[in-house]
Each structure stands twice: as structure tokens, then as C-alpha cells.
């Protein structure tokens, strides 16, 4: 049996945010002004959270879904969002030891501002919190047709392993694959790789952590505010590749609102089965009266792995750190933020050799630019959102020599926009994206030809109420559509991959989901989707021997999109007192690619 201990610094500040004393008293954003005068004509969301005693909650974490705005409560349990479009908003509070809670309000176009009073009630059990990856319009947990998991607070600390994977591994329908400590990604109903989609803030993580066994992901759980997990296809917001589901890792690492005290949070965490440690710390503090700034890093060192009867997994250490700045504007009619993140690591994969340094290492960086921008429309057009990134990655892969066996390179840029709209009663949004990626492996051992591949995609999703009702607790239609162009081109190089080829993946996505409420704690939800995933170069273009698995791998140019069909039921309980999900699912997966062995070629 392997032995392993575990802490988490969860009473060290880890509560989501942390109010920081200065002589004694919080923060104001202006010195001459109430932290919740409004600005000029703009109507904001001022309140305060209080427990059932009627005493104020500081540390609470306020989402508002539908725009993923957060902000925490001051040490009286006051809170703000400026910069709203008009329009109807569901809040949600979130503290632990406490149930979550929520409400709804209505920002006018002018006015006064609008007044959100919360009442949060003390629990033992765990509670699903916010999802918002999902559905591109937010809403209540008991309104998603989706099974989904949501990890924050101290149910994440609870769950903290060394990557994302191994805290998720537990959960209910989550494996993990399993390559060494740092070289894992999660399983989601048994599928992974390049059919799992993980994000970081709602952004691909711009690895190569999918297509290959031995590539580790670039995020480290501790940096995280929360981990959400939407199971099954989510094609439908995403695109190409999220076919088993949807992991994101949201750690707001640009501001959405101006804090009104100076926020952060530090953590740490240790273990005695992957011997070592790891740090982590934010900070978020106000700048005059419209900017929020935030600074943050970590750094995890862990050595190797202990197995059942105390031996040593060999060459399974591992090392990364990262920062992490974002500056945000939140102003009259919009908001516009920018954040740069880097994770530096280098890990080594397995060996079955008595010699830590006789496996291979893999050495590498990660850097991500990201922008977002938002600001309010008019009519049934409620908000514009426009947002993008470009991300470099690189590592090589050095042999026991020092030698470098193969160098890997990965820019990835994207480019997203979404229109929130309201026709009467009906919620929806409109949005295209655009993913580019170029990719190159050089070296003795490349496994592919460097290749491009582009694609765009438009969707539309509507939330439509069967009846008339205040609130979300009325049965709902949600229907969506997405059509999806892919073009993925190898170009000319080593002789072993021949000539240039191009592949065009052009595929149609779909969704509808039904919402049926069962009192004002339970629901009933079913879902059915369609979604696809191209074909990746590896699968396409390899004709090398893999060294990571052994084999001499063949690609097949001639592939097709992978087409999962399925159907989802969830049944959900949320109470004060009692937190239930219950779902099943059947699907269908044509065109599955998977290895063929074709024959032995070992020789003695």
C-alpha cells in the first residue's frame, strides 16, 4: 500500500478571497466617497451578504453567471458591480460552511442603484456551487440540462492533488490517465485525450497534453479558484474536441469588477507520495476608480513518487512555477481587461531502470496573452463580448545523455465573440470563434510533419421559458445549433512524411435540453446533442516510431471526423440540508479512431 499524507493551508487565507486589514480597516476605493456611490447615471448592483443571525459575511464570493463577474464582500459584508448592461442578472453567493445562495435583480437603464440583499444558511454538506461553462447565458445549477461538477472552496482544498487530473480523479464519472505525477490529464465516461476539452478562464490551454500519454498539462490546480466540469458533448460552445466533456480551471485571473478592499489569497500543500511541496498566492487590489489590479504566482517541487512497499517510482520528479498579471477596466458602459500567464516546468516520465536520471525529461514553457473586452448593447441586444488570446509553447524532450531526441513547438491563437440578446421572456446568444494553431516537432524521433490548422465556428443558443413565471424556476426549452469549418495541412519537410496534404472537417453541432422544475430545490433535466472531433495530425500524418509508446505509428490521411450522438438525463437535489445528482447517459460514437496493432516488428 502506498503511504500519502496531504495539507492543504485552507485556514491560511484559501477561503476564494481573503480580506487583507490595513491599519485595521479595509480598503475604500475612494477616500472622500462611499465604496458604493454610483458612477454618474449607471445603475450598479450594491448589497450585502448576512447569515440567518442577520450578521455580516465577509470573504463571500458573488457571481453573477451569466457574465462570470466576481467579486467578494468586505469585512461588512458589502459587495458591488458596476458597469452592467441593463438587463436581468442571477447572483450567486458562495462561502464555505455555508449553503449556496442566490438572487435575481433587474439593472434598469438609469436610475438609482439596485439593492441585493443575500441570506446564507450554515451546512455541513457539500454543495454544488456555479457553473458557468455550460451554458453560454448562465443561470441557476437546477437549470442546466447537463450533469456537471463544480469544486471550490473547501471541497477543492479537500481534493488537491498535484495536477488537475488527480484532484478531479475522485469525482463521479472522472478517471484520470496516468503517466507519473505530472504527466496526466482527467477521463471523463471513459474518454480523454484529444476528446477532452480542458480551459483555463474559459480558454484553451494551448498545450500538448492531449494527443500524447507523456505530455503533462500547463495548469496547476492551486492557482485556482475553482475547477468546473460539464460531462458530456460540449461541442456546442467549444467547437472541435469536446466530445467527452469540458474541464475548466477558472482562477479570474483578469478583474471583472474594481474590488472595494484590497483581496488575495495564499496557499500551500504538501505530500509524502510525491515527496515535496508547492506554494501559491494572489493579490487584487484597486486602482483609482475604474481599474483592478492583480498579481500572483506559484511554485510546485516534488520528488519521486513513492509505490506500495515504500519503492520509488524512478525519474517521476517534478518542478514548475508560474506568474501571473491582469489589469482590468470596469467603466459606465463596459469593461476591458487584459492578463499575461506564464508555467515554466520540466518533469521526468517514469523508469523502470534503479536510476533516477536514466529516463527521459521533459523541459518547457508555456506563455498566454489574453484580452477580453465587453460592453452593453441596445434593444434585444443585450451585451457584446469579444475576446482572444495567443499563446507560445514549447519543450523539449531530453534523452539520459542530455541529448535533446525532439524539440516541440506550438503557437496557438484565439478569437471569440458573443452577443447576449432577449426577445421578451426568451434568454439566448449568438456567437462565432476562430482557433489557429501551427505546430512543428523537430529532431531524430519527430513523430509528425509540422502542420496548420485553422478553423471558425458560429452558434446560436436559445433559453426559452414553456410558461409564464418570475425567477428560473419554470420548465425551459434550450436549444442550440453550431456549424463548424476545420482545415488541418502538413507541410513539406523530412522525406519520411512525403508531400503535403490537406484535410477540411466542415460539421454541423446540435443540442436540446429540457428542464422540468420539481419544487424550488429539485429539477429534472434531459438533454441530446450532437457534437464531432477532426481527426489530430498525430493521427493523420505519423509515420515515425513513437518513443513515449513504443510502437512504430502510422497516421491515416484518410480519417473521418469522429460524430458522438447521445442523449443525457440529470436528475438534482440542492437544499440546505441535502445536495443530490443522480444522472445517466447513452451515446454513440461513429467513426471512432483508435490504433490498430498490425503486426510484431521487434527483432532480437
Known amino acids: 500500500m502506498s503511504r500519502k499524507f496531504s495539507f492543504t493551508a485552507v485556514h491560511i487565507l484559501r477561503a476564494i478571497t481573503a480580506t487583507l486589514a490595513i491599519a485595521g480597516t479595509s480598503t475604500s476605493l475612494w477616500a472622500d466617497e462611499p465604496a458604493h456611490s454610483a458612477i454618474a447615471a449607471a445603475p450598479a448592483i450594491v448589497g450585502t451578504v448576512r447569515d440567518s443571525a442577520g450578521v455580516p459575511l465577509p470573504n463571500v464570493q458573488v457571481v453573477i453567471t451569466s457574465l462570470n463577474r466576481v467579486t467578494s464582500t468586505d469585512p461588512k459584508g458589502t459587495f458591488v458591480f458596476r458597469g452592467l448592461p441593463p438587463g436581468r442578472y442571477h447572483l450567486d453567493a458562495v462561502l464555505l460552511g455555508y449553503a449556496r445562495s442566490e438572487a435575481e435583480v433587474v439593472v434598469p437603464a438609469d436610475g438609482d442603484d439596485v439593492r441585493a440583499d443575500i441570506v446564507m444558511k450554515t451546512t455541513a454538506v457539500r454543495l454544488s456551487n456555479v457553473t458557468v461553462s455550460a451554458s453560454p447565458v448562465g443561470g441557476d445549477a437546477l437549470g442546466i440540462t447537463q450533469a456537471t461538477i463544480d469544486l471550490s472552496g473547501k471541497e477543492l482544498a479537500r481534493n488537491l492533488g498535484t495536477s488537475v487530473a488527480q484532484t478531479l480523479a475522485n469525482e463521479p464519472g472522472m478517471a484520470m490517465r496516468y503517466n507519473g505525477p505530472a504527466a496526466n490529464i482527467p477521463v471523463i465516461r471513459g474518454l480523454t485525450g484529444e476528446r477532452i476539452l480542458v480551459l483555463q478562464d474559459g480558454d484553451r490551454s494551448g498545450d500538448l497534453s492531449a494527443p500524447s500519454a507523456d505530455h503533462g498539462l500547463t495548469i496547476d490546480p492551486l492557482a485556482a479558484n475553482r475547477i468546473e466540469v460539464v460531462r458530456g458533448p460540449a461541442s456546442l460552445l467549444y467547437g472541435t474536441s469536446a466530445l467527452g466533456g469540458v474541464v475548466n480551471v477558472v482562477s479570474n485571473d483578469i478583474p471583472t469588477t474594481v474590488p472595494t478592499h484590497v483581496a488575495g489569497y495564499f496557499a500551500g500543500m504538501g505530500e509524502s507520495v510525491n515527496p515535496g511541496g508547492a506554494v501559491s498566492g494572489s493579490i487584487a487590489f484597486p486602482i483609482g476608480r475604474a481599474l483592478a489590479l492583480q498579481v500572483g504566482g506559484g511554485i510546485r517541487n516534488s520528488g519521486d513518487t513513492y509505490q506500495g512497499g515504500g ?294
Open 311 to 604: 519503492e520509488r517510482l524512478f525519474n517521476s520528479e517534478s518542478r514548475n512555477n508560474n506568474q501571473v498579471v491582469g489589469l482590468g477596466y470596469i467603466g459606465e458602459k463596459g469593461s476591458a481587461g487584459v492578463a499575461f500567464r506564464r508555467y515554466d516546468f520540466r518533469y521526468g516520465l517514469p523508469s523502470t531502470a534503479d536510476d533516477a536520471e536514466a529516463g527521459a525529461k521533459l523541459d518547457g514553457v508555456r506563455n498566454d496573452l489574453r484580452g477580453r473586452a465587453e460592453f452593453g448593447g441596445a434593444g434585444a441586444f443585450r451585451l457584446f463580448r469579444v475576446d482572444g488570446s495567443m499563446q507560445t509553447y514549447t519543450h523539449d524532450e531530453i534523452e539520459s545523455t542530455g541529448e535533446v531526441a525532439t524539440s516541440f513547438d506550438l503557437k496557438t491563437q484565439t478569437l471569440n465573440g458573443v452577443v447576449k440578446t432577449l426577445f421578451g421572456a426568451v434568454n439566448g446568444a449568438l456567437g462565432v470563434n476562430g482557433l489557429f494553431k501551427q505546430y512543428a516537432a523537430t529532431g531524430e524521433e519527430a513523430l509528425t510533419p509540422a502542420a496548420n490548422s485553422n478553423s471558425a465556428g458560429v452558434f446560436l443558443f436559445q433559453d426559452i421559458p414553456l410558461r409564464a413565471g418570475t425567477g428560473e424556476h419554470v420548465p425551459r426549452l434550450q436549444a442550440g445549433a453550431r456549424y463548424d469549418l476545420f482545415r488541418i495541412e502538413s507541410k513539406v519537410g523530412d522525406a519520411k512524411f512525403g508531400p503535403a496534404k490537406a484535410r477540411d472537417f466542415n460539421t454541423f453541432s446540435g443540442s436540446l435540453g429540457l428542464t422540468l422544475p420539481l419544487g424550488a430545490s429539485s429539477s429534472l433535466g434531459f438533454s441530446a446533442a450532437r457534437a464531432f472531433r477532426a481527426p489530430g495530425v498525430e493521427e493523420l500524418f505519423s509515420n515515425a516510431l513513437h518513443a513515449a509508446t513504443g510502437f512504430f505509428e502510422v497516421g491515416d490521411a484518410n480519417l473521418q471526423e469522429e460524430i458522438n450522438q447521445g442523449i443525457d438525463g440529470v436528475f438534482r437535489v440542492q437544499s440546505g440540508k441535502v445536495d443530490a445528482q443522480v444522472s445517466g447517459y447513452f451515446s454513440t460514437i461513429g467513426n471512432y479512431i483508435f490504433t490498430e496493432f498490425v503486426r510484431d516488428t521487434l527483432v532480437d
